[in-house]
Nanobody
Framework: QVQLVESGGGLAQPGGSLRLSCSASGSILRMYNIDWYRQAPGKQREVVATLTLGGTTNYADSVKGRFTVSRDNAKNTVYLQMNNLKPEDTAVYFC?????????????WGQGTQVTVSS
């Protein structure tokens, strides 16, 4: 069974940092493009960072210069380094990855990890 599992969320103070991880498991042949999304209470899910297989990154304007997405292909893991956190970064963060597995190629969602930024 293919799974994406996020971890690393928690409580941070404004100006602090957190690093989220998204690990894929279950007969993964290759991890292609990865997107990090977030959803704050009462708001729509929004994409905050994208990382292609070729290494191209894109960021939402609200996180540009503060968040960095990276990957470790050997571990089938993607990271989101979040620095200088702000209260408005509070949300559930999800990874969405295009994976090639023994079952074919498809996109998968993780279950989400809560990030709360508060003093």
């Amino acid at each position: 069974q293919v799974q994406l599992v996020e971890s690393g969320g928690g409580l941070a103070q404004p100006g602090g940092s957190l690093r989220l991880s998204c690990s894929a498991s279950g007969s993964i042949l290759r991890m292609y493009n990865i997107d990090w999304y977030r959803q704050a209470p009462g708001k729509q899910r929004e994409v905050v960072a994208t990382l292609t297989l070729g290494g191209t990154t894109n960021y939402a304007d609200s996180v540009k210069g503060r968040f960095t997405v990276s990957r470790d292909n050997a571990k089938n893991t993607v990271y989101l380094q979040m620095n200088n956190l702000k209260p408005e970064d509070t949300a559930v963060y999800f990874c969405n990855a295009e994976l090639a597995t023994i079952y074919g190629r498809s996109r998968y969602w993780g279950q989400g990890t809560q990030v709360t930024v508060s003093s």
